[in-house]
Each structure stands twice: as C-alpha cells, then as structure tokens.
C-alpha cells in the first residue's frame, strides 16, 4: 500500500482538485483508491457526492479501531472509495496529540487499511499542524501543489527548513505547480526556472481553469466530466510522472 498526502502550508493552492483528480485516476489504473478527506471543510467529500460525516466523529476514529472502516464510503467510481470528511477534525490535533504519538497514532489508523487498498491518498487541511507533521512521517510521497508566486514558493523554504532540522527525508516530497496563468510573467518566469526549488518539482503544471471551479458544479473530478480538456491532460500528465517515481523506488 502507498500513501500520498497531498499538502501545503499555504491554503487556496488546488490542493483538495489535485487530491480528487489523483486519486480518480489512481482507481482508472484498477488500483483499489481510498481518498481520506482530513480537511474539516470537508471539499473533496463535497465533490464526490458524499455526505461528510463520521461516526463517532474524530473522537471515535482515533479510539475505535472499527471505526475507519465502518466509516468508509463508494464514490460513483469503480475501485474508487472515500473516508468523509467531518468538521469534527479539527478536534484532530488536539485528539493526536493525547495520544502520545500522533505519528504513529495516524500510521495505525492506515495500517488498518493496508489489505484493502493499493493506494491511499490524503487530502489534508493548511498550516504547521500536529496532523501535518505526523502526516509528514507516515506518507510514502508528500505532494505539494504550488501557485507560482514569490508567497507560495516561500511555504516550500519554510517546508525545507522544517524537513532539514527533522532529518526528515526530502526525496519523498514531490512539489508541482498550480493554477498556473501563463499570462502572467511572474507564473511564466517561476515554472520555467530550473533553479532555487527546494524540493524536487515535477515537469507537469495544472493550469488555472474555470474547468476546474465547475468540479463544485458538477461535483466530478474534472477527469471524469471533461476528459479531453486541458486541465484534465495536466492531471493525467502528473499523475504518469508521481506514478513513474513510485515505481522507480
């Protein structure tokens, strides 16, 4: 079983549409997917069609050990299942940190999951959070999507900085850029720049796109309703290059 969080310091980058469009097309591989929503706001349960609840709310997934499973939803999509979101999480740091271990805390919960799927991805919420940092120990890659702009670029100094004083192991983070508007040169100079990334940064680039908005619309990953389109390519693009990397290892 592989684990991808996908993560930013920074809110607003794309980071819950890069989760969705992942993990749909994780399932079109015919491996068995799970998108855990961790984000209290709950947007990736949104745009599956699922009502974000769970039982026992964060409480009882962090002491039930039926819970997680219980808990777990089908999507519209063949080999493609959800954990909801809740907005009891954000009672998550608080709950992982009586734990103990949040670490390891977290890793149990995903251990519970190992037989059943093949790929797991984590759509989690913003910020320096106790759940970020146990999220950075237990995931196999750490995705980062990254809007190209000097604010943005500096939650990944902030990231590596963090990373460095850990000895944490930085060849599991895989950065890429995100609404992406060509237009603009500030975008244009950042994702032609070959230099001053701190982490490695994958080749393709999701555009911004009013396509991707409607995903709240249509409440599809915009792989599913609009196949053929731009952004939907870029998805498909990153998702060969993540994949390539994980068979690489």
Same mark, same amino acid.
């Given at each position: 079983m592989? $684990?991808?969080s996908v993560y930013n310091i920074k809110g607003g980058v794309g980071k819950t549409a890069a989760a969705v469009n992942l993990a749909y097309?994780?399932?079109l591989d015919g491996s068995r997917t799970l998108l855990w929503d961790l984000d209290p706001q709950s947007s990736a349960t949104f745009y599956l069609r699922v009502k974000p609840k769970i039982k026992g709310g964060?409480?009882?997934?962090?002491?039930?050990r039926k819970c997680i499973g219980s808990s777990i939803k089908g999507t519209?999509?063949?080999?493609?299942?959800?954990?909801?979101?809740a907005f009891s999480y954000r009672k998550l740091d608080r709950l992982l940190l009586d734990s103990g271990d949040p670490a390891?805390?977290? +890793?149990?919960? =995903?251990?519970?999951?190992a037989g059943e799927y093949d790929r797991i991805f984590l759509d989690t919420s913003p910020g320096m959070t106790v759940l970020a940092e +146990?999220?950075?120990?237990v995931s196999d890659t750490l995705l980062v999507p990254t809007i190209p702009t000097t604010l943005s670029m500096r939650t990944l100094d902030q990231l590596q900085k963090y990373y460095r004083k850990r000895s944490l192991d930085r060849s599991s $983070? =895989?950065?890429?850029f995100s609404m992406v508007d060509r237009r603009k040169k500030l975008h244009r100079s950042l994702c032609d720049s070959s230099t001053k990334k701190p982490f490695r940064f994958l080749n393709a680039c999701i555009p911004f796109s009013s396509l991707v908005e409607q995903m709240g619309l249509h409440r599809n990953p915009v792989c599913s309703f609009a196949a053929s389109s731009k952004p939907?390519? +870029?998805f498909k693009e990153l998702w060969e290059e993540i994949r390539g990397i994980g068979e690489d290892r």
């Amino acid at each position: 079983m592989s $684990v991808f969080s996908v993560y930013n310091i920074k809110g607003g980058v794309g980071k819950t549409a890069a989760a969705v469009n992942l993990a749909y097309l994780s399932s079109l591989d015919g491996s068995r997917t799970l998108l855990w929503d961790l984000d209290p706001q709950s947007s990736a349960t949104f745009y599956l069609r699922v009502k974000p609840k769970i039982k026992g709310g964060s409480r009882g997934l962090i002491s039930d050990r039926k819970c997680i499973g219980s808990s777990i939803k089908g999507t519209d999509f063949e080999n493609f299942d959800l954990l909801p979101g809740a907005f009891s999480y954000r009672k998550l740091d608080r709950l992982l940190l009586d734990s103990g271990d949040p670490a390891k805390s977290l +890793a149990r919960l =995903l251990k519970q999951l190992a037989g059943e799927y093949d790929r797991i991805f984590l759509d989690t919420s913003p910020g320096m959070t106790v759940l970020a940092e +146990a999220l950075f120990k237990v995931s196999d890659t750490l995705l980062v999507p990254t809007i190209p702009t000097t604010l943005s670029m500096r939650t990944l100094d902030q990231l590596q900085k963090y990373y460095r004083k850990r000895s944490l192991d930085r060849s599991s $983070v =895989l950065g890429f850029f995100s609404m992406v508007d060509r237009r603009k040169k500030l975008h244009r100079s950042l994702c032609d720049s070959s230099t001053k990334k701190p982490f490695r940064f994958l080749n393709a680039c999701i555009p911004f796109s009013s396509l991707v908005e409607q995903m709240g619309l249509h409440r599809n990953p915009v792989c599913s309703f609009a196949a053929s389109s731009k952004p939907s390519r +870029a998805f498909k693009e990153l998702w060969e290059e993540i994949r390539g990397i994980g068979e690489d290892r």
